[in-house]
């Protein structure tokens, strides 16, 4: 069952893909197990998928020490500065960084930790108050101060778009996140390293990848529907 999800999206990925002249290679699939049991991970996991989205600092350190093989876990939830030292030294990329307070802490931990961490810059393109992230009109500058910093790497940017009907509604959003990405890539700081475009979710990740995602964050379309009464 989620071996079949998994194959439909990585099938409408494909064909994504083909309709913007990309290669499919350019885009990597995060399986988002947040709220989901260990045991889907390892179905997966057999299947060769690596890529998992945790938005919980807590959920992501116990399904961290509780498999048996290793993946890539994606931090992708809000991140408190208190909890960063549980991850720096499990995760394989933050997604959701949005201040210059939680990349100096990021720094510092994994500074002790002898760890360089990859992160990306979450922007708010859409300006939704209930969402985290940057304004666009402040990303330049953080990028600047964080790329300054230890033991911390840019690898690029992350967007959450507003859950909209329809998904057509984003792309004005994606198209511009992308043009950032450009505009930060173009000014060659020093330490960092634009490669990386996390955008789209279940109901809009074709769009995303039509106009440049490089990540796409996918949990009910591949686990099915979330239940968080449990
Ligand atoms: C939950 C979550 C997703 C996945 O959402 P779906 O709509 O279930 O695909 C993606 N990104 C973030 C940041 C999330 O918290």
């Not at 690596?50 to 938005?55: I, V």
């Not at 939830?77 to 802490?105: C, F, M, P």
């Not at 450009?182 to 769009?207: C, H, P, R």
């Amino acid at each position: 069952m989620l071996k079949e999800n998994y194959d439909a999206v990585a099938e409408k990925v494909k064909n994504a893909c083909a309709r913007a002249g990309r290669s499919k290679k350019e885009v990597t699939i995060i399986a988002v197990s947040k709220t989901k049991p260990l045991s889907d991970v390892v179905e997966l996991q057999q299947y060769g998928v690596m890529d998992f989205g945790e938005n919980k600092v807590q959920e992501l350190c116990s399904k961290y020490e509780e498999i048996e093989k290793p993946v890539r876990w994606h931090l992708i939830g809000h991140l408190q500065t208190n909890k960063v030292k549980y991850i720096v030294d499990k995760v394989e990329l933050i997604h959701s960084v949005d201040s210059l307070k939680l990349a100096k802490q990021i720094s510092k931990e994994a500074i002790k930790k002898e760890v360089t961490v990859p992160i990306l810059i979450q922007v708010n393109v859409a300006q939704e108050d209930t969402k985290f992230g940057l304004d666009t009109d402040e990303v330049m500058d953080l990028v600047y101060e964080i790329s300054q910093l230890p033991n911390i790497a840019i690898k690029g940017l992350m967007t959450i778009a507003p859950f909209v009907d329809d998904p057509e509604e984003n792309r004005d959003y994606f198209r511009k996140l992308k043009q950032l990405f450009v505009d930060i890539d173009e000014k060659n700081f020093d330490n960092v390293d634009m490669s990386i475009l996390s955008m789209g979710m279940t109901n809009d990740y074709e769009v995303a990848i039509e106009e440049g995602a490089t990540m796409i964050r996918v949990g009910t379309g591949i686990f099915g529907a979330r239940n968080y009464n449990i």
